[in-house]
Structure formats: structure tokens, C-alpha cells
């Protein structure tokens, strides 16, 4: 018994010592990972890229979380972060600054000693000392990685050699508080994607980010973390894997979610059935559309929690956008609207829609496409959803 005792009380001690002060980490930035496809795929050998990326929470020490879900192991030989134009602090995994990121699996960096704020624009810089093809990535067209000449260049500013509209493996960071802060997972498309959009980018164009901008002046300590992807459906694997498959890994398994908001179900209504490269994509109906949501609810309420639907966007006169598509959209918002199943409704089509044809979004809130709102519509989007919804 007395061995026992001191077994226990060593245990305790050691989880003493790896929490010192009861410090808590918090997700304050991510990336949905897909596997790239066809053409879109690059090798790179001994070359360094560099990501920047804005955290939405600050703290005195970051952590870097790398994704390889889709690609053999690979070596990165070499990494750091920095403030843009600041010191380059040196990244190390388990004590070593070279290492060897597994198979399908991803990989958390040790503590970082970068002290940010919130909404700092952190650059990120990876060292590929070999060929390594690069399966998991991110669209991030408005934001390129930049790919420097050949060598090592991640303690120095370089020129880069190409920009590439994709960015491989960073998949999070985190920040080091005094306790871990509530988080709330931005679900959805391209529409809360919006890959076209730059860190600078004015007015702001995700609704993510405003949205944690707004709880930052209201002194509210949420954060928000964007885990979209362009092309994303709910049933369907497509870019990406599906709302569905990847509910696990892009938010049940991050720590502090207190709240998913949800916005996705246009894709899948567009392409049902809908023709490429001379084959039918399957068919679906509203009620599958339907199943797909309640599925998504029932899992987050597994775990504790809340998960709050947007009505689909209004999308006439987009390129997939039909008759039936939109008698499908006006059913399925019908439902969400009524539905038991959410914690809580935003009736976001009526925040974006031309108030002279329901149907359309609204000429000066997007740029033209007919599908996705700009900086102004998403800025409008945000704006519309009650911060009372999170107290």
C-alpha cells in the first residue's frame, strides 16, 4: 500500500510539472487538411516555405501543430516561427529541431517562446532537406506559400523563388493562458473559407474572424477557429472529405470547443446530380440533406456541445444554381428554421439576400458570382450573429 501511495503521489508531481501554474493551451488558429489532387500536387527538395497566418487568441508561448493525414513520412529538417519581420524563434519536436513527421498521422511541436497577441500574423518556416511530395494541404489562393530558392532559409528573410496557392501540413497553433478559453469552430465551405482571402484583406472577408474580433470588444473570452474547406459538402466526400467524415477531426477532437456554428449544405445541393466530365454526380434529396444535419447535432451534443445553424445562402444565378436546387434549398432552410435539433437558429439568408429578389444575394454584399458574399457581406454576416448566444 505505502508503494502504491508513492506511485500516486510521483504521478501527481509529474502532472504538476508538465502543467506548471495550471497553465492551460487553446486552439487559435487551424486549417481543414484534404488531400491534394491531381495536377495541384508538387515535390519539393531542399527548399524552406513559409506560411503567415493569424492567430485569434495571444500568450506568451505558441505550439505548432503539423497535419501529414494523407501523405508517407516525410522529414522537415528545419523550423521556426516569427512576427513578420521579427527574430526567427527555433522550432524543436521531442528536444530535436530536425524530425521525422509519421505516415497519416499528425505531430505537436514542444512549447515555443514567441509571445503573441491576438490577431498577430505569425510566419511560419519548414526546411525540406529532400524530395517530399506534399499530400495534406490547404487552399490558401489569397495568402500563397511562399518557396524560397534552394537551402535553408528559415532564420532569414529570402525572395521567393515561386508562390504556391496551396499550403501543406501546418494545420494549428496553439497559445499557452492561464486557463484553457472557450472555443468556437466556424463550420462550413468556401463561403466560411473564403481561400481568396489575404491576412491584410479590408474589410476583413471571414466571418470567423470578425466574429472574433467582436467577442475581443466585448471583452468576451472566446475564440474563433475557421474549419472550412472550398467545395465542401455535407454528405459527399469531394475537395476534402465530407462535413460528416471530418466532424471528429475538426472539432469534436479540438479542446474547449464550447460552440460549432454551421453553415455549409449549398454544395451538396448544386451538385446533385449535376454532370462532370459527362458523368452524373448521385442525386440527393432534402430529407438526406436533413439526416446529414441532425447527424452533425447529435454529435456535438455528445459532447457537450452547442452547435447553432445558419440558413443555406441564397444562390441564383451562380453556375450550378437550378430550379430544383432552389426549391431544395428554400425546404431544407424551412426545416432548419423550425428544427429542434439546433441549439439556435441564425436566419443568415435574410441577412444577405437582395431585398428585391429573396433568391439572390444582395448586389453590394458579393463580388459577382452569385454565391459568395465579399468582405462586406461576410463583415454583415458577423455582425448579425447575437454575441448573446455565447455568454
Not at 14 to 35: C, D, F, H, K, N
Not at 52 to 59: D, P
Not at 272 to 288: E, F, H, L, M, Y
Not at 329 to 350: C, G
Request: some cysteine; proline content about 6%; hydrophobic content about 45%.
Amino acid at each position: 500500500m505505502r508503494g502504491m501511495r508513492f506511485f500516486v503521489a510521483a504521478a501527481a508531481l509529474l502532472l504538476v510539472a508538465a502543467a506548471p501554474g495550471g497553465e492551460r493551451w487553446t486552439r487559435a488558429w487551424t486549417a481543414s487538411m484534404w488531400q491534394v489532387q491531381g495536377d495541384q500536387a508538387k515535390t519539393l527538395e531542399n527548399v524552406t516555405i513559409r506560411s503567415a497566418v493569424r492567430v485569434g487568441a495571444g500568450g506568451p508561448q505558441l505550439r505548432l501543430r503539423l497535419a501529414n493525414d494523407y501523405g508517407p513520412a516525410l522529414t522537415i529538417g528545419a523550423a521556426t516561427v516569427r512576427l513578420p519581420g521579427g527574430q526567427a524563434v527555433r522550432v524543436t519536436f521531442g528536444g530535436t529541431a530536425s524530425v521525422r513527421v509519421p505516415e497519416s498521422a499528425p505531430l505537436v511541436s514542444d512549447p515555443i517562446a514567441l509571445p503573441v497577441k491576438a490577431f498577430d500574423v505569425v510566419e511560419v518556416s519548414l526546411f525540406f532537406p529532400e524530395a517530399t511530395q506534399f499530400n495534406t494541404v490547404h487552399d490558401v489562393g489569397g495568402q500563397k506559400t511562399l518557396v524560397s530558392a534552394a537551402g535553408d532559409h528559415t532564420t532569414e528573410d529570402f525572395a521567393p523563388a515561386e508562390q504556391w496557392r496551396l499550403r501543406p501540413l501546418i494545420a494549428g497553433l496553439d497559445v499557452l493562458g492561464a486557463k484553457q478559453r472557450p472555443v468556437v469552430v466556424a463550420y462550413g465551405d468556401s463561403i466560411t473559407d473564403n481561400v481568396g482571402c489575404a491576412n491584410d484583406a479590408m474589410p476583413r472577408c471571414r466571418w470567423g474572424d470578425v466574429l472574433g474580433r467582436r467577442f475581443a470588444a466585448a471583452g468576451m473570452p472566446h475564440v474563433v477557429i475557421t474549419q472550412a474547406i472550398s467545395g465542401n459538402r455535407i454528405l459527399a466526400n469531394g475537395t476534402g472529405p465530407s462535413a460528416l467524415s471530418r466532424f471528429d477531426r475538426d472539432v469534436l477532437s479540438v479542446p474547449g470547443v464550447s460552440h460549432v456554428v454551421l453553415l455549409e449544405g449549398i454544395n451538396d445541393i448544386g451538385n446533385s446530380g449535376r454532370p462532370v466530365n459527362g458523368v452524373a454526380r448521385p442525386a440527393i434529396t432534402a430529407d438526406q440533406l436533413i439526416a446529414g444535419y441532425r447527424q452533425l447535432a447529435v454529435r456535438a451534443h455528445e459532447r457537450g456541445i452547442k452547435i447553432y445553424a445558419m440558413t443555406i445562402l441564397p444562390y441564383e444565378g451562380a453556375g450550378y444554381s437550378t430550379p430544383t436546387g432552389e426549391a431544395m434549398r428554400v425546404q431544407v432552410n424551412n426545416w432548419i428554421r423550425t428544427s429542434k435539433d439546433f441549439d439556435a437558429v441564425i436566419d443568415m439568408e435574410k441577412v444577405v439576400a437582395d431585398p428585391a429578389n429573396p433568391k439572390r444575394l444582395a448586389a453590394n454584399l458579393q463580388g459577382g458570382d452569385n454565391l459568395h458574399p465579399d468582405g462586406r457581406g461576410e463583415t454583415a454576416m458577423a455582425e448579425a450573429i447575437p454575441l448573446h448566444l455565447f455568454r
